[in-house]
């Protein structure tokens, strides 16, 4: 994986995962997986999601038309994978976050959270990069979402059986993200190294 020179933050977590957050273009990493901001039924037409296709080409499309086929709509529990197409990135995970209102959003983001991480894992994978999900277009409010976010990265690290995934990124596009992200992340982590 190629150096991250944008890092905002980084913190080795325990299983020896080093976590880090960077403000940059998710499509443009070099790494094994990233997360797109998906809607239930694959339809990448706003947002990261809109980015990623554009970058990646339709090849992505292509393969998530064919995913809900044969699966049906993802679901906070139960993302899907696809090839990444041209991205440096070798796969893209498409996980659905809570439009805010929905109800019981904070639970359904740390379960989106989660399964990504799994299934990350399960696929083997060593690196995954994620966006701040669920706070563009589905409205949920930033500094929650990022709590949530480090908590299920946080639990992830603590808990995980599996040796595979030990590089994770949270790749942030705007400030209000890298202002909300980097809070939560001193509230943690305070003694970690900060890079401004």
Do not use: C, Y
Not at 81 to 93: C, K, M, N, Q, Y
């Amino acid at each position: 994986m190629g150096s991250i020179i944008d890092s905002i933050r980084r913190v080795t977590l325990p299983n020896d995962i080093e976590f880090s957050i960077v403000q940059t273009d998710i499509t443009q990493l070099d790494v094994d997986a990233i997360v797109n901001a998906a809607n239930a039924s694959l339809q990448h037409g706003g947002g990261v999601a809109a980015a990623i296709v554009r970058a990646g080409g339709v090849t992505i499309q292509t393969e998530s038309d064919r995913w809900v086929h044969e699966h049906g709509k993802i679901n906070p529990e139960h993302p899907a994978l696809t090839s990444a197409g041209d991205l440096p990135a070798r796969f893209v995970i498409h996980a659905v976050g809570p439009i805010w209102g929905e109800g019981d959003e904070h639970r359904k983001l740390d379960q989106a959270i989660a399964s990504a991480l799994a299934l990350a894992e399960d696929q083997g994978l060593n690196s995954l990069a994620l966006p701040a999900i669920s706070t563009g277009i589905f409205r949920f409010p930033v500094n929650d979402a990022a709590e949530i976010i480090l908590d299920s990265i946080a639990r992830f690290a603590q808990t995980k059986q599996g040796k595979n995934l030990k590089t994770i990124i949270i790749a942030l596009w705007d400030q209000a993200a890298v202002e909300a992200f980097s809070t939560s992340f001193d509230q943690r982590w305070a003694d970690a190294e900060s890079i401004l």
